[in-house]
């Protein structure tokens, strides 16, 4: 097996896209939560191995994977559900408000380096994805 984990020739599993002696596939397990989990996946994470939303997308039951693409965002009708109130996840974010109906809430996660999700961020909050 080629050392580089970025050749395309070194051999990968199909789900997670890992080398077969990282893959952990097998061990994971779903998780159900009342939130609604979505994650908006810059473009250069989606088919990185190490795409922590992609993860999510595969172990937490109902979430749902938006890739964003700088020149055209996914639209906000596709990422936001008008019956839930949109939170972002960020660090500079503003902290959880207390008492809150996590089955009223909608999660978007960011998925990508400091700086796409600081772009994503700010292009989130402009008006949801877009």
């Not at 795409?51 to 996914?74: A, D």
Request: hydrophobic share 35%.
């Amino acid at each position: 097996m080629a050392r580089s984990v970025v050749l395309e020739t070194t051999p990968r599993c199909a789900r997670c896209r890992c080398t077969p002696r990282w893959c952990i596939c097998e061990g994971l397990q779903t998780v159900a939560t009342p939130l609604q989990v979505d994650v908006l996946i810059h473009k250069r994470e989606y088919w990185r191995p190490t795409s922590t939303g992609r993860l999510i997308n595969r172990v937490v039951t109902g979430s749902r994977g938006h890739v964003f693409w700088q020149e055209r965002p996914p639209p906000r009708e596709s990422v936001v559900m008008p019956e839930r109130e949109l939170w972002i996840l960020h660090p500079r974010g503003d902290e959880v408000p207390a008492a809150t109906d996590p089955a009223k809430v909608q999660l978007l996660l960011l998925d990508g380096s400091w700086s796409e999700a600081g772009s994503m961020v700010r292009r989130s909050r402009r008006g949801a994805a877009r």
